[in-house]
Nanobody, 124 residues
Framework: QVQLVESGGGLVQAGGSLRLSCAAS????????MGWFRQAPGKEREFVAA????????HYADSVKGRFIIARDNAKNTVYLQMNSLKPEDTAVYYC?????????????????WGQGTQVTVSS
């Protein structure tokens, strides 16, 4: 079992950058595929980015491709989401998620561990 804690959210102007971190408990972080999702008010939770257990495979939603970068440091039990060129439509609560085994996953139902979320607000 793993517990996930996000940090790094905040208020930023359009065009700015933020880096989210997700720290995982436990000794088996490297056996978990990880992902980032977001949920804006009144909208469903949507996929943002995913990374495989070793970090070799990455996948992004079209809406963030070229602007966001997902990375992980298995030695630090942490997954990151570097967000650049932020837009007001990126405003949402961002969640990290994990699932043991497998390679890479793009839908929320495939993950069984979730953090509490961190708010990202982008002002215009």
């Amino acid at each position: 079992q793993v517990q996930l804690v996000e940090s790094g959210g905040g208020l930023v102007q359009a065009g700015g950058s933020l880096r989210l971190s997700c720290a995982a408990s436990g000794r088996t972080f490297s056996s978990y595929a990880m992902g980032w999702f977001r949920q804006a008010p009144g909208k469903e939770r949507e996929f943002v980015a995913a990374i495989s257990r070793g970090g070799a495979m990455k996948h992004y939603a079209d809406s963030v491709k070229g602007r966001f970068i997902i990375a992980r440091d298995n030695a630090k039990n942490t997954v990151y989401l570097q967000m650049n060129s932020l837009k007001p439509e990126d405003t949402a609560v961002y969640y990290c998620a994990g699932v043991a085994g497998g390679s890479i996953y793009y839908t929320s139902r495939q993950y069984n561990y979730w953090g509490q979320g961190t708010q990202v607000t982008v002002s215009s």
